[in-house]
């Protein structure tokens, strides 16, 4: 495997990541199109659990695919490092419990920044754009504002307003 080049091996993380995106959204779109009710799952247990909702993480919720925001908690965001536009699965189980699973995460990019503190939010700014982060990872990393951070974001970035903590540098 050492003679395989690395930006093959990047490429076909990326690809996979990609395909696994593309089976979410288009298990979505068939959802709204025929409803839940002829959903194919692969796992025939998971039907046994509850209610199962897909949707979007918007940097502290889920858009569910059935319109609805669902909360994720910022502990689950926050160690997972989920991306804003991950695609996520929601198992609601009869007992009322909520099980998140990241089941397309979107391609991303590293980036590094300042940690600032603005009207009670924790905002990292790079070079001017700037995106917020969960004060669940700032706790975690025991950041300050002024520290250097890195941070995950979309690779479009251009209309992502939040970002995931990767370490406090």
């Known amino acids: 495997m050492a003679d395989v080049p690395e930006k093959q091996i990047k490429r076909l993380r990326a690809l996979i990541q990609e395909a696994e995106t593309n089976l979410a959204a288009a298990n979505e779109l068939l959802i709204s199109l025929v409803g839940d009710d002829e959903k194919i799952t692969p796992i025939a247990r998971e039907e046994t659990l509850g209610k199962i909702i897909e949707g979007v993480f918007d940097g502290q919720n889920m858009a569910g695919s059935d319109g609805k925001m669902y909360p994720v908690p910022a502990n689950y965001a926050s160690k997972s490092k989920l991306v804003q536009g991950d695609i996520l699965k ?80």
């Open 90 to 169: 929601l198992t609601i189980a009869d007992d009322g419990a909520f099980l998140y699973k990241q089941i397309g995460p979107i391609p991303r990019k590293q980036l590094v920044g300042t940690l600032k503190l603005e009207n009670g939010h924790y905002i990292v700014d790079v070079n001017g754009k700037e995106f917020r982060v969960l004060l669940a990872s700032v706790t975690y990393f025991k950041a300050k504002p002024g520290d250097q951070v890195s941070i995950n974001v979309p690779e479009d970035d251009s209309t992502a307003e939040w970002a995931a903590l990767e370490a406090a540098l």
